[in-house]
T-cell receptor, first 114, second 120 residues
Framework: AQSVTQPDIHITVSEGASLELRCNYSYGATPYLFWYVQSPGQGLQLLLKYFSGDTLVQGIKGFEAEFKRSQSSFNLRKPSVHWSDAAEYFCAVVLTGGGNKLTFGTGTQLKVEL | DGGITQSPKYLFRKEGQNVTLSCEQNLNHDAMYWYRQDPGQGLRLIYYSQIVNDFQKGDIAEGYSVSREKKESFPLTVTSAQKNPTAFYLC???????????????????FGAGSRLTVL
């Protein structure tokens, strides 16, 4: 069965520092990959997605993610974190040709220290 | 502006009672979904519907029921058979793969703001 792993439950960074959130998936084939962000008590907002092509994808709010097939990873990065980036981040995958059912990781809670 | 409206935002239920969570969208999306969110467990799919008058069970459908009588609406009923209903419930919608202009065929989900259910 497909699965998504976000190994870091909590991450704390200082404002202005760089950020990398990890995401690994288990699949035989390349899935479609997503990163969503959730503010407390709110729904999820799409940050970026990877379907095919360039393995480095740009998203909203200055985020980017790189798909690495050899490592089955899709890590999210931001060069300089802002206090407003504090939120929970979810990686998600959908199996190609398997309909549109997303499987979500368990999330990484980001805290930003001023 | 188009979007998804979930109501109520907060709901309290006594044990043994059924409750219904509302989800309405004006995005003209055919597909709609219900997810349950618990701390440390991510989002788990309860039910989804690709088209009016049709829906399928997700990974954790037991104790829940849905209907899809209108394209805009996908209400979720949490029945008394759901043993641990306290959670945050999220509704989402999307364009189904066969109508997605992106050649990947995958979908981007638009989420509502959620409904928090607490059983007393």
């Amino acid at each position: 069965a497909q699965s998504v792993t976000q190994p870091d439950i909590h991450i704390t960074v200082s404002e202005g520092a760089s950020l990398e959130l990890r995401c690994n998936y288990s699949y035989g084939a390349t899935p479609y990959l997503f990163w969503y962000v959730q503010s407390p008590g709110q729904g999820l907002q799409l940050l970026l997605k990877y379907f095919s092509g360039d393995t480095l994808v740009q998203g909203i709010k200055g985020f980017e993610a790189e798909f690495k097939r050899s490592q089955s990873s899709f890590n999210l990065r931001k060069p300089s974190v802002h206090w407003s980036d504090a939120a929970e981040y979810f990686c998600a995958v959908v199996l190609t040709g398997g309909g549109n059912k997303l499987t979500f990781g368990t999330g990484t809670q980001l805290k930003v220290e001023l | 502006d188009g979007g998804i409206t979930q109501s109520p935002k907060y709901l309290f239920r006594k044990e043994g009672q059924n409750v219904t969570l509302s989800c309405e969208q004006n995005l003209n999306h055919d597909a709609m979904y219900w997810y349950r969110q618990d701390p440390g467990q991510g989002l788990r799919l309860i039910y989804y519907s690709q088209i009016v008058n049709d829906f399928q069970k997700g990974d954790i459908a037991e104790g829940y029921s849905v209907s899809r009588e209108k394209k805009e609406s996908f209400p979720l009923t949490v029945t008394s058979a759901q043993k641990n209903p306290t959670a945050f419930y999220l509704c989402a919608s999307s364009i189904p793969p066969h109508r997605d202009r992106d050649t990947s065929g995958a979908n981007v989900l638009t989420f509502g703001a959620g409904s928090r259910l607490t059983v007393l």
